[in-house]
T-cell receptor, first 112, second 111 residues
Framework: DGGITQSPKYLFRKEGQNVTLSCEQNLNHDAMYWYRQDPGQGLRLIYYSQIVNDFQKGDIAEGYSVSREKKESFPLTVTSAQKNPTAFYLC???????????FGEGSWLTVV | DAKTTQPTSMDCAEGRAANLPCNHSTISGNEYVYWYRQIHSQGPQYIIHGLKNNETNEMASLIITEDRKSSTLILPHATLRDTAVYYCIVRVADGGFKTIFGAGTRLFVKA
């Protein structure tokens, strides 16, 4: 079945370490997104990418980095510069000409 | 993309209709109204969307006012599994990349 796969579902990180969250989609969508969600809050946009080898900062990009080397993949690295990284991270995708946003199942990151 | 306003939480009795309101008074003519829901620790799930006309699918109905400044999502026969956070968003017709997701409405369906 077509969809978006995020891994791992749960991840623990020590302070000062970088960690990379994986996002893969087989929907042939052009655009991909990363959102952060804190408990009881809405979704905040971290980065988005409209096409391969291009990406744009969202509202809260500081302390994060991304790459888009392949159409189906959009990994997110949470760097040690992110002061409060513990959160639920969601990857999403859309057709560039489409309206509906499709989401992955999310990844929980906890800094210990 | 325009912003939306939703109540923080609502209750509904199991088997009854759940009516979730949303205000989007600054919506533009080319913006669609979308509804998603999120069950705890899962990704948001698409429910329904519309532009001007009322819409219905197997999950829900969407009622949009004539001036398009507000809408209502209707779950006709709520079940316990419908307990979730429901998000109302607006998106431009050609996609748009900075859609705003607020805190949504937390719906509690009670037995």
């Amino acid at each position: 079945d077509g969809g978006i796969t995020q891994s791992p579902k749960y991840l623990f990180r020590k302070e000062g370490q970088n960690v990379t969250l994986s996002c893969e989609q087989n929907l042939n969508h052009d655009a991909m997104y990363w959102y952060r969600q804190d408990p009881g809050q809405g979704l905040r946009l971290i980065y988005y990418s409209q096409i391969v080898n291009d990406f744009q900062k969202g509202d809260i990009a500081e302390g994060y980095s991304v790459s888009r080397e392949k159409k189906e993949s959009f990994p997110l690295t949470v760097t040690s510069a992110q002061k409060n990284p513990t959160a639920f991270y969601l990857c999403a995708s859309t057709e560039n000409s489409g309206n509906t946003i499709y989401f992955g199942e999310g990844s929980w990151l906890t800094v210990v | 993309d325009a912003k939306t306003t939703q109540p923080t939480s609502m209750d509904c009795a199991e088997g009854r209709a759940a009516n979730l309101p949303c205000n989007h008074s600054t919506i533009s003519g080319n913006e669609y109204v979308y509804w998603y829901r999120q069950i705890h620790s899962q990704g948001p799930q698409y429910i329904i969307h519309g532009l001007k006309n009322n819409e219905t699918n197997e999950m829900a109905s969407l009622i949009i006012t004539e001036d398009r400044k507000s809408s209502t999502l209707i779950l006709p026969h709520a079940t316990l599994r419908d307990t979730a956070v429901y998000y109302c968003i607006v998106r431009v017709a050609d996609g748009g990349f900075k859609t705003i997701f607020g805190a949504g409405t937390r719906l509690f369906v009670k037995a």
